[in-house]
């Protein structure tokens, strides 16, 4: 079309006469030269001539080719949010009453998750390694990590911070559980004493699960770690039914400490035990578990109520705006991360430990803040994702994957 | 931005706007009860347009059209491969999977190349894979989750020879092996034309044209009739003009690869497929508005890393490019370990969100069972009656099973969530109609909702007592053989 323009719109047309249309089919492309065509809508057709017999073989009409390529700029498409998540802080160095290191501040997002072109993440995702004070039933491919320090919490949390790296280290009590050991309240806080002592990262105290007994341990879990801001996970709407949950937030905030708000895959009740919990605790003491299902037994829930709940906060509704942690090490209950299926599907050790990192990177781009892992593959895989996208590097040529050889 | 804004084409397009244009003479031809009904589930996409034979008829034919134009999704459909084995990409609603649901998953295409051997000679060292076996082993990749079968779906064929013949043979002798669709890769004009003269009739996708080679390509596109990818590593602007360019030359079926970059890249790939769907559905940029390409094989190009290093972040890149936005993957890995999670997410993604993937609760029986045969119980998740329904036919026990309603939620889930709980667990047992088929009172729970047994005895009552099974369904089998018939006498 050479230096020609041509815009095509909804109407207009240009009648090409018979002999022009017959040469033209004879070259089949053509070139204009110096033209300037300003129409509605090019439309170039022909009606065969009357007289002939044969229907006409369909060809299709004559096409004015582009020769260069037209240039059509891309703008950015940028939005406008009116919600803001809330930043929580978690830990306390000694200045600020605590005694660790250092403290991380967790949400603050202003945009959907990794929508780059918009803005960095205000805080990038942070890492907690999961410890338990008691031996319990782990995959083989978690367990040859940890053997060793099974039963010595202390040594699991500075394994998992010296040796994986761990933003934080989430000690799970689950041996209060009464069906289990019954441990103490007093016991308990002796054991998280024990980790405070031996990591200098934020702490998260996971209870077991038993609303009443879990109470009862934050309680005093709370009260003996005075000023650390301990993340307490968690509370639930069951507290709430049992008449228990303000105590717990109270002991929170008189000692300082956030909470994790659990709901199992329901907007409305996340919603609800915020506003319970807004009676006891400032806005930003409180961090949402809106549940995590492993891969391929319910993930995609988790990945569309993460999306939602994130965008609804980002769109203004404040009851959903706090950050959100995933309990990732989940992902083991699938039985494809540690079932022997057949040589086919060998090695299970990293079949296990993938699906670990590909349920959390779902989530991370669902916009997660706080991930609770263990496979130390899948933590090192998700940490180098969430340095590279914080990095965000420019690639300037691509490698050619077309005429490589593999 | 409103929720509504952010919904974009779907939410906006009434059934009223379809049903103006259908017949409107409730006919019943196309199997529902009037058009208005017909309407609706056009909306929905749940039936095809084509549904209704009197819109076909001639004189209806500007109806049609327009119709076709209402219903067109935001991202175009484009076709690769004829035939029953064809796929479908691209043609996605929404932008965000909650909104209504995602179409058509991204087919994963593995390649080979035109300088691998048809078989490899064991004599040399340096081939360790020859195509066919690769081939075999695409077409033998099979997983069976849910009741459904998950698979491989295409072959990409690189030619890195860069010998227009070489490439041809190698094409045909694949053509030859197997109706797979194909995806033809070489940026070489000359090259492309090789592997069309041998494959051109079977739509395969035309991988790329270029800033450099469109015009050639397009040209090859338009003389097979076949879908063109178009090429324009981390520029936009490229691929947005390249579209223009090559709308204009006469091209519909397009695919867009803004590229994959992997490692310190990866930001900038998940940028540019995000900004690139949100303009989509944002900004209704039509040039955008086709199926996009992502390519985690270059994970196997950059930097250093053992065999199994590299499977591993081609199938880390696979999964985030499935969460954001890609209709369509190349790769290179044939490893189960790494694939399985590749596949089981994307089919996961894909599910309608508005529906959870439950079965009808009630009491299935298994083998024979007698007033004797084990009672147990299960949640109502598809996943989890599937699971424990295929460990109990692989055990081969006779027994009863109770699926409880936990609101289409696994075991774990319900449990916390409270869908599981002593009370549904009594309700379930109650309309099952167990009783007076067994002569014994003991259920057997899932080990995951080992919590709940001393409430279910008390809330059962009478004579039940409760067995805390397994917390993997694996093991029942072995259970059975060691818990069953139970060794404590009853006692009441």
Known sequence: MGRGEIRRRNEGSIKIGPRLLEILSQLGEIELEDVEIEVEDLEIWWQPGVGIVAPPKIVPPPRVKPTEILPEPFEVPLEEYPGRVEEVVLGATKAEGGTRAKRIVIGGAESPAFYLFERKPAHPPVIAIDTFDMKTSLPRAIRMYVEEVMEDPPAWAKMAVDKLGADLVSIHLISTDPLIRDTSPKEAAKTVEDVLQAVDVPIIVGGCGDPRKDAEVFTKVAEVAEGERLLLSSVTLDMDEAGILGRVAKAAKDHGHAVLAFSSMELNKAKELNRKLYAFLPRDSIVMDLTTAALGYGLEYSFSIHERARLAALMGDPELQHPVLSGTTNAWAAREAWLRMGPEWEPRELRGALWETITALALLLAGVDVFMMMHPDAVRTVKKVIEHFNREVKPETMVDWVSARI | ?????????????????????????????????????????????????????????????????????????????????????????????????????????????????????????????????????????????????????????????????????????????????????????????????????????????????????????????LKYS??????????????????????????????????????????????????????????????????????????????????????????????????????????????????????IWRFNLYTDPRKPVSVEPGLRTFGEPDEKSPLMLTGNYALTYFTVESDIKKCGASCYLIVADTQGLSVESAVAGRYLTAETVAEAVRKSGIEGKINHKFLIIPGLAARLSGEIEETLGGEWRVLVGPRDSSEIGKFLKEKWPPKLDFQG
Request: hydrophobic residues 40%; aromatic residues 6%.
């Open chain 2, 1 to 221: 931005m409103t929720e509504r804004e952010i919904k974009g084409g779907i939410k906006e397009l009434s059934p009223i706007d379809v049903y103006m244009l259908l017949p409107r003479t409730n006919c019943k031809e196309c199997g529902e009860e009037n058009c208005m009904a017909f309407a609706v589930k056009l909306v929905s996409r749940e039936v095809p347009l084509e549904k209704c034979p009197p819109i076909l008829k001639k004189e209806k034919a500007e109806a049609y059209k327009k119709l076709q134009e209402l219903l067109a999704p935001p991202v175009r459909e484009v076709v690769i491969g004829l035939g029953k084995r064809s796929l479908r990409i691209g043609g996605k609603l929404v932008m965000h999977r909650h909104e209504f649901t995602y179409h058509n998953p991204p087919p994963i295409a593995i390649d080979v190349t035109d300088e691998m051997p048809l078989h490899p000679n064991p004599e040399r060292k340096d081939e360790r894979e020859g195509i066919i076996d690769r081939i075999r082993k695409f077409e033998g990749f099979s997983y069976d989750y849910i009741g459904k079968r998950l698979n491989l779906d295409a072959i990409a064929l690189r030619s890195t020879s860069g010998n227009p013949e070489t490439f041809k043979s190698v094409v045909r002798a694949v053509t030859e092996f197997t109706d797979v669709p194909l995806i033809l890769c070489s940026l070489d004009p000359a090259i492309m034309d090789a592997g069309l003269s041998v494959a051109g009739d079977r739509r395969p996708l035309i991988y790329a044209a270029t800033k450099e080679n469109w015009k050639e390509m397009a040209e090859l596109a």
């Open chain 2, 226 to 343: 076949c879908p063109l990818a178009i090429l324009a590593p981390n520029d936009l602007s490229l691929l947005r003009s390249l579209a223009r360019t090559l709308i204009d030359y006469g091209l519909n079926d397009l695919v867009l690869d803004p590229g994959t970059f992997p490692e310190e890249g990866i930001a900038a790939t998940i940028n540019n497929f995000t900004m690139i769907r949100r303009c989509v559905f944002k900004r209704r940029d039509k040039l955008l508005g086709f199926p996009l390409l992502g390519t985690p094989i270059t994970a196997w190009l950059y930097g250093e890393g053992s065999m199994e290093e590299r499977a591993w972040k081609e199938a880390v890149l696979a999964s985030m490019l499935i969460s954001r936005y890609a209709d369509l993957l190349i790769m290179h890995s044939l490893d189960g370990w790494a694939l399985l999670s590749v596949v």
